[in-house]
């Protein structure tokens, strides 16, 4: 059985991007459906902020998620115009819980991921989401290498 639904993490850094057209490729081969999930991390008011803070925090939050949905839909286009299938998810919460959480809610086939998407301090601290989605993922995953989009293997 050859997979039917593949998940795609997208940053929007050049190695996610080079990770989507891998997908794209692969699933018109293959024919199958692609959900483009973009994690947003949590954002926390400041400790001991005045509640006057709340409402600027809310309007930040709701620009941003509709600046990123406005990204993915960008993205799904590109899977749209290849005659696919697919769909876009944006959640909250810590990046690599989200793709394990949506790999599993979906029921997916296949992970399609950049193994170096947007730096931080934090990854330096904690290690890069592909280390942390391998050897939890509930499914097979590809791992697209951080240059590979300069080999131009898709």
């Known amino acids: 059985m050859s997979a039917q639904h593949f998940l795609v993490p997208v940053d929007f850094s050049p190695c996610s991007d080079g990770a989507l057209a891998y997908a794209i490729t692969l699933a018109i081969q293959l ?11 949590e954002l926390a008011l400041e ?3 005045p ?5 600027a925090h809310v309007r930040y939050l709701h620009a941003l998620e509709a600046k990123v949905q406005q990204e993915l839909d960008a993205h799904l286009t590109q899977v749209q115009e290849a005659d696919l299938q697919g ?3 944006l959640v909250h919460g810590v990046p690599f819980q989200g793709i394990l959480d949506t790999a599993r809610d979906q029921h997916v086939d296949l992970i399609i991921m950049g ?7 934090h990854q330096l601290l904690m290690g890069s989401v592909a280390q942390q989605v ?4 509930p ?9 590979a989009e300069e080999n131009r293997w898709y």
């Not at 024919?31 to 991390?41: E, I, K, S, Y």
């Open 51 to 55: 509640p006057a803070a709340l409402p």
């Open 87 to 89: 769909d876009t998810a």
């Open 115 to 121: 193994t170096h998407g947007r730096t931080s301090a």
């Open 139 to 147: 499914c097979p995953i590809l791992l697209l290498p951080r240059h």
């Open 134 to 137: 391998v050897p939890r993922a």
């Open 31 to 41: 024919q199958a459906r692609l959900t483009l999930l973009h994690v947003l991390p």
């Open 47 to 49: 400790v001991g902020a």
